[in-house]
C-alpha cells in the first residue's frame, strides 16, 4: 500500500535559494471531494495522474502513475477545472532529508512552502533556518484547497490566521 508522511512549512526567507531554476509544476484536479482527489500534475516533462485519499494525521494513501504528457496536457485543458495549481519546485538537502521548497506562481503567487517526506509520524525532523510556522495539517495550504481558495484571495480579504507566508520569525 502506497503511503505519503510529509510535514509542510511556510518558507520566511530566501537562505535556501542557489541558482537552481527548479522544475515547473502544472496540476489540477478530476476529483476533490473531502474523502478522495484525483489529480493530474505536469512536471517539466514528466506527467502523473495521482489519487490521494483524506489526512489522517501526516498520513494519507498515495497512488502515483505516470502517464503520456500529451494526455494529461488534454486532461488538464478539458476536465480539470481553473485554476489550476502552477509552481515552480526546488529540491535542497537539508539535515539528512530533501526538502521540496515550492514557489506558487498564478493565483498563489507569493506563497512559499516547504515540505519533507517521511517514512514514519514520528520521524524527527531537524528544520532548516528558512523554514517558519508548520503548516502541515492546515488545510488552507493543501494543493487542492489553493486550487479552490488561492493565496492572492486571502491577501485581497485577509488571511484568516492574521499570518502570511512572509513570515520572518519563527
Given at each position: ?12 526567507n530566501?537562505s535556501?535559494r542557489s541558482d ?8 489540477g ?20 495522474l ?17 502517464i ?21 519546485r526546488?529540491?535542497v ?20 512552502l516547504?515540505?519533507?517526506e517521511?517514512e ?20 488552507r495550504y493543501?494543493?487542492v ?16 490566521s ?9
Amino acid at each position: 500500500m502506497a503511503r505519503e508522511i510529509e510535514r509542510k512549512y511556510l518558507v520566511c526567507n530566501d537562505s535556501w535559494r542557489s541558482d537552481d531554476d527548479g522544475v515547473l509544476y502544472r496540476q489540477g484536479y478530476l476529483k476533490s471531494d473531502p474523502a478522495c482527489l484525483v489529480r493530474i500534475r505536469i512536471c517539466g516533462e514528466h506527467a502523473f495522474l495521482a489519487v490521494k485519499s483524506l489526512l489522517s494525521g501526516l498520513t494519507r494513501l498515495e497512488y502515483e502513475y505516470p502517464i503520456p504528457r500529451a494526455d494529461a496536457e488534454e486532461m488538464l485543458e478539458r476536465l480539470c477545472p481553473r485554476p489550476w495549481i502552477e509552481k515552480r519546485r526546488r529540491r535542497v538537502r537539508y539535515g539528512g532529508l530533501i526538502w521540496e521548497i515550492d514557489e506558487f506562481l498564478g493565483d498563489n503567487e507569493g506563497l512559499v512552502l516547504a515540505e519533507v517526506e517521511l517514512e514514519r509520524e514520528d520521524q524527527p525532523v531537524s528544520e532548516p533556518p528558512w523554514t517558519g510556522r508548520e503548516v502541515s495539517t492546515d488545510s488552507r495550504y493543501f494543493n487542492v484547497n489553493l486550487a479552490r481558495n488561492p493565496y492572492r484571495t486571502w491577501k485581497r480579504y485577509g488571511d484568516p490566521s492574521g499570518e502570511t507566508a512572509s513570515r520572518t520569525d519563527k
